[in-house]
T-cell receptor, first 114, second 112 residues
Framework: KQEVTQIPAALSVPEGENLVLNCSFT??????LQWFRQDPGKGLTSLLL?????REQTSGRLNASLDKSSGRSTLYIAASQPGDSATYLC?????????????FGTGTKLQVIP | DAGITQSPRYKITETGRQVTLMCHQT?????MFWYRQDLGHGLRLIYY???????DKGEVPDGYVVSRSKTENFPLTLESATRSQTSVYFC???????????FGPGTRLTVT
């Protein structure tokens, strides 16, 4: 069974810092990995999608990397801003449970302090 | 409005009642998904659909029924609601199987 872990569960940083969020998964036979942010009481907003054949994806101040063999992905946020405060979730598609099996991590709650 | 919408946004129902949550997307995406989000469990896949009239079970399908007669709609029915089905339900869609998933705003369901 695919297990997805996000550490730390919560993170508080001063504005302007660069930071890294981690996502680990146990079954490396994945098809893709997607990073989301979720604001309180809201739905999920897609940030980046990395296909299994890719090593990284970039969008603005965000950079996500994927190392399938070690079962890890990182989301790098440059020059953090208070508006980045949210819960960040990673979702892994695939694994031994089948192609459409999607497993979410429980998230990292980020607070950026002005 | 363009995008993916869910209705109702909030629903309170009683144990044993049938409830249907609606999901509508305007992108003509092939794939649609239903998730539930609970504290301590994160997001879990209930059902998904690869196209109209094609549906399949996810991780936690018991007690739920789905249908997809039209590409743009993917309703989720709780045939006889139980308290354990109190949750926030999210619908999502993706263009095709390898594409990003886009989520709706969610429906907060309380079963009393």
């Amino acid at each position: 069974k695919q297990e997805v872990t996000q550490i730390p569960a919560a993170l508080s940083v001063p504005e302007g810092e660069n930071l890294v969020l981690n996502c680990s998964f146990t079954d490396s036979a994945i098809y893709n990995l997607q990073w989301f942010r979720q604001d309180p009481g809201k739905g999920l907003t897609s940030l980046l999608l990395i296909q299994s054949s890719q090593r990284e994806q970039t969008s603005g101040r965000l950079n996500a990397s994927l190392d399938k063999s070690s079962g890890r992905s990182t989301l790098y946020i440059a020059a953090s801003q208070p508006g980045d405060s949210a819960t960040y979730l990673c979702a892994v598609k695939g694994g031994s449970g089948g192609y459409q099996k999607v497993t979410f991590g429980t998230g990292t709650k980020l607070q950026v302090i002005p | 409005d363009a995008g993916i919408t869910q209705s109702p946004r909030y629903k309170i129902t009683e144990t044993g009642r049938q409830v249907t949550l609606m999901c509508h997307q305007t992108w003509s995406h092939s794939y649609m998904f239903w998730y539930r989000q609970d504290l301590g469990h994160g997001l879990r896949l209930i059902y998904y659909s690869a196209a109209a009239d094609i549906t399949d079970k996810g991780e936690v399908p018991d007690g739920y029924v789905v249908s997809r007669s039209k590409t743009e709609n993917f309703p989720l029915t709780l045939e006889s609601a139980t308290r354990s089905q109190t949750s926030v339900y999210f619908c999502a869609s993706s263009l095709d199987r390898d594409y990003e998933q886009y989520f709706g705003p969610g429906t907060r369901l309380t079963v009393t």
